[in-house]
């Protein structure tokens, strides 16, 4: 077979230049094997959308950062192509919500036997995400922590970085559009994903959302407005109470978010540009994953 792997060096505690020697060993007997080390993130999108379809399956290794910039470039061709995914990043949200293998021996020893599920992507505007898009407090620290300081605090680090940001934070007026049915209020957080994990804080009930049936979770998470509405917020978000009147939550296919000026998103941890109208749709079991 030809084998494509991509890794980031760079993600996380740099653990991917630790893993390569060690997948290289197991994926490359009687198979062709091609690695591309990232360097840029439009680099990698054009990369991938150019090479994808040219091998059997690709492997990515790095955080989720990596993966979303393949994905992309998947998107652009449409590429149905298998990928597995081996995390070396920070957080990991992608790989938790699904139960991968994380042990890269296992876990190449596993793509060699094709085994495919196949997920719904979001779709927003003009790009794609894997598993969040988010906005609002919280949402910078993903892109604007040092890269030193999640080397070595790994998913402390981001919820560092979120904690210190709530004192200055400023609510966000939102209206949502979610398949038909809108919200409109001023939001502290944003969040449009396809995961049971987001942040290593919050976390869903696989009983109640699945990753490939056509949607996408909404929540929306309003402003308090002293310390303790603070701390009964951070205490619905973390035992995933929907009903106490701090979290607005919806699922849908089609999502429209609008805002008076032009506020900042992140797609999959990484900065996804400044946005007054983010049109989000489910792209269904878009991509083919290595399990």
């Not at 598993?131 to 402390?156: D, M």
């Amino acid at each position: 077979m030809k084998i494509l792997i991509i890794a980031n060096l760079k993600s996380g505690k740099g653990r991917a230049a630790d893993l390569l020697p060690a997948i290289k060993q197991v994926l490359k007997p009687d198979n062709e094997l091609k690695i591309y080390l990232t360097a840029e993130k439009q680099k990698t999108i054009s990369f991938a959308a150019a090479n994808a379809d040219n091998f059997d399956f690709v492997v990515v290794v790095g955080g989720d950062g990596t993966l979303s910039e393949v994905i992309n470039g998947f998107a652009v061709k449409g590429s149905k192509t298998p990928l597995g995914y081996i995390p070396a990043g920070s957080t990991n949200d992608f790989a938790s919500s699904l139960g991968l293998e994380k042990d890269p021996i296992a876990a190449s020893g596993n793509f060699l036997k094709m085994r495919i599920k196949s997920i719904d992507i979001g779709c927003f505007n003009s790009a794609c995400f894997t598993y969040v898009a988010a906005a609002g407090v919280f949402s910078k620290t993903s892109y604007a922590t040092p890269q030193e300081l999640k080397k070595r605090l790994g998913k402390f680090a981001y919820m560092l970085g979120g904690v210190t940001s709530i004192p200055t934070a400023r609510p966000i007026h939102l209206r949502a559009e979610v398949d038909g049915k809108t919200f409109e209020d001023d939001y502290f957080l944003a969040l449009v994903s396809n995961s049971y994990c987001i942040g290593g804080m919050l976390k869903y009930d696989k009983n109640l959302i699945s990753l490939d049936d056509g949607k996408l979770e909404v929540m929306l998470v309003k402003e308090p407005e002293n310390a303790n509405e603070l701390g009964s917020l951070l205490k619905d978000i973390l035992y995933r109470n929907f009903d106490g009147g701090y979290i607005d939550f919806a699922s849908g296919s089609n999502i429209v978010i609008t805002s008076p000026k032009k506020i900042a998103w992140s797609l999959d941890g990484e900065f996804g540009g400044e946005h007054d109208r983010a049109e989000i749709k489910v792209c269904p079991k878009a991509l083919n994953l290595l399990v």
